[in-house]
């Protein structure tokens, strides 16, 4: 009987250790992969960095995430692209990082 006990605990602790290691902790700093997909969002966005998108890329990328009349776009000394917008009728500064990730402020 205590043979049983011990391999059913053994058995549940590696499940519980292989189920932890599935899931990856939040980023506190920038060091995340280098885009953002459509389901993520870096919580320290936006990112400094090199930033290789086009002043078009950055405008189509911006509208495509529900932005309007994107205006005054440009690149600032981080690496992070500046724009005015207007989202749901409201004007807004938007930034867009480098990872792909836009923040409204």
Known sequence: MKMMILAAAL???SALTAFAQTTP?????GNTPA???PDTKNPTAPVAGANSFTDA???DRIE???YTDVTGLKLDDKGVWQASATKDGK???VSLD???NIVAM
């Open 64 to 66: 495509k995430a529900g």
């Open 25 to 29: 902790a939040p980023s506190s700093d």
């Open 11 to 13: 058995f549940g602790a």
């Open 35 to 37: 885009v953002a997909t």
């Open 98 to 100: 480098y990872q792909g």
């Open 57 to 59: 890329q950055a405008t």
């Open 91 to 93: 004007p807004v500064k």
